[in-house]
């Protein structure tokens, strides 16, 4: 189900935004939800990667937050220059796992 929201926006970009819209020939409603929702999901997972390298934040705890797999997590990582948030003493630690 759609809800309405209010959001206010400085005159420029809307005037910016809308002029896209119609040189593009696009459905305004349709295109704002789309790249509000595309917009989200992009902060949502830098916010949550950011968390992730401050040791908040496991890489399973990630993984479930973006419905990803750990491979897709990795990528993540990859395609941001960032790495895995791992000690040595976890490395050391996950031998006594096996």
């Keep these: 189900?759609?809800?309405?929201?209010?959001?206010?926006?400085?005159?420029?970009?809307?005037?910016e935004l809308y002029k896209f819209i119609k040189?593009?020939?696009?459905?305004?409603?349709?295109?704002?939800?789309?790249?509000?929702k595309k917009g989200f999901e992009e902060d949502k997972c830098e916010r949550l990667l950011s968390r992730y390298q401050e040791g908040e934040l496991s890489a399973a705890e990630v993984c479930k937050m973006l419905g990803v797999s750990p491979w897709e997590?990795?990528?993540?990582?990859?395609?941001?220059n960032m790495s895995l948030n791992v000690a040595l003493e976890d490395l050391l630690d996950s031998g006594k796992l096996a």
């Design 1 to 15: 189900m759609l809800k309405p929201t209010t959001v206010r926006l400085p005159d420029d970009f809307i005037k």
């Design 73 to 80: 997590f990795f990528n993540l990582l990859k395609k941001r």
């Design 23 to 36: 040189d593009m020939k696009l459905d305004k409603s349709t295109y704002l939800r789309e790249i509000l």
